[in-house]
């Protein structure tokens, strides 16, 4: 009886094996084409914040200038300006920062670079100090008569 | 003939245990260890920003430093962040039902600053308001990415995965405030990462060192010493488009109802 029932069993066999194999060509197949790392925190691919994170900053940061410029930084706590961050207007400087004589610091055209935030505009904040330069002071430098890391009039 | 086959399935089983167990073994080897950023722990931030429109005076330094930081390209419409201009005139007494039309400027995204157009207006009001990714929570741009290339990180910054990305330009579109743009040189989205290589160093953003006024502000939500929370608390605090329910993560003080 039971040998009957499980006379031609074999082609039962044959399709458990087709399953069988499929199931594991897409288990080595998913193993294959899901990225490293691919589900780990959400659905990406989690290295790619660590490729965010890879990139090296531009800016030095303000820590990196006061390693050796702390005596322009007690100049600037006691002025105006001592909220400004010193790449606020000298640029970019990390590269100056990891190797100081590779990189010379070039300083700003007082007269351009002034005028970018103190130039008189109705948008700006009443309260912000701002002036109409050719009214103000002419063609005179502003470095004539302000010192720009403590800018009162000396 | 029967032994035969016998043979056959036994030798197969085997093989296919052997596969089987080759093709788990291989996920994992595959898979690796997870790896992580020395000295950082995403686990233990929750990045935003706080930008106090009344504190922005329009110079552009954030627009700068953040071309100069991230090497967005130079055209004046490729932006990781810019600052616009509003100018919101007044509600005329004859006809106070009229809609209220803000003019809305940013030539070169602020990169080159701001003639003083305004400076013979009698009326009105106007003022700068800078604009960035919100670094949404419940961001639409992550939610429409087909291939799971850009998403939110478990430290709260939206970040795009460039091998990944198709280029489709699905978030392109559904960003409600048009920070994502698609790089001329790749093809693929690009957006403001928080400067995540600077943040995750103990850095502040580019755009916050340049600030000269201190308008921006880096926030971490996580940490309880962060000023923000004193931030939030003394002052009437906004966000974009709070009707979309992005969560954005961006907080504007003195944020004008004008403001789209």
Not at chain 1, 24 to 41: D, H, Q, W
Not at chain 2, 123 to 150: E, I, L, Y
Request: glycine share 8%; aromatic share 8%; charged share 20%.
């Amino acid at each position: 009886m039971l040998r009957d029932l499980y006379r031609d069993a074999e082609h039962l066999f044959r399709v458990v094996l087709l399953c069988v194999v499929g199931v594991l060509v897409f288990l080595v197949a998913r193993a294959v084409a899901v990225p490293k790392g691919f589900g780990e925190y959400g659905h990406y691919r989690a290295p790619a914040i660590r490729d965010a994170a890879a990139k090296t900053p531009v800016f030095a940061g303000q820590a990196a200038c006061a390693e050796c410029h702390d005596d322009v930084l007690a100049t600037k706590a006691a002025g105006a300006h001592r909220g400004v961050h010193c790449e606020a207007c000298h640029g970019p400087l990390s590269a100056h920062a990891a190797d100081p004589s590779a990189v010379e610091v070039a300083l700003p055209d007082g007269r351009a670079l002034c005028v970018t935030c103190h130039e008189q505009n109705a948008s700006r904040p009443a309260s912000f100090p701002q002036v109409v330069p050719s009214e103000h002071a002419g063609d005179d430098v502003c470095t004539e008569c302000h010192v720009p890391h403590a800018p009162s009039v000396q | 003939m029967d032994e035969t086959r016998r043979d056959l399935l036994a030798t197969g089983g085997k093989l296919l245990i052997l596969t089987g167990a080759a093709g788990i073994g291989l996920d994992f080897v595959l898979a690796g260890e997870p790896e992580k950023a020395p000295n950082y722990d995403v686990m233990k931030h929750w990045w935003g920003m706080a930008i106090d429109i009344e504190k922005c005076i329009g110079c552009g330094n954030c627009v700068r430093a953040c071309k100069a930081e991230n090497d967005v390209p130079k055209e004046p419409f490729y932006f990781r962040t810019w600052v616009e201009r509003y100018y919101v005139p007044d509600v005329d007494p004859r006809e106070p039902h009229a809609e209220m039309q803000p003019k809305v400027d940013s030539p070169n995204g602020g990169y080159d600053g701001f003639d003083d157009v305004y400076r013979h207006e009698k009326s009105g009001k106007t003022f700068f308001v800078p604009k960035m990714c919100n670094q949404c929570a419940h961001s639409p741009c992550v939610q429409v990415c087909p291939v799971g290339a850009t998403f939110e990180s478990p430290d709260g910054v939206v970040l795009v995965d460039k091998s990944y990305c198709l280029g489709c330009r699905y978030c392109v579109q559904a960003c409600p405030y048009g920070c994502r743009f698609i790089d001329p040189r790749t093809h693929t989205v690009d957006k403001c990462t928080l400067c995540y290589h600077r943040i995750t160093k103990g850095l502040t953003t580019a755009c916050c060192e340049a600030c000269p006024t201190g308008a921006r502000m880096l926030v971490d939500l996580k940490n309880p010493d962060d000023p923000i929370h004193e931030f939030l608390r003394s002052n009437k605090v906004q966000i974009l488009k709070p009707q979309m329910a992005t969560g954005a993560k961006v907080y504007y003080n003195g944020l004008d109802g004008s403001v789209r």
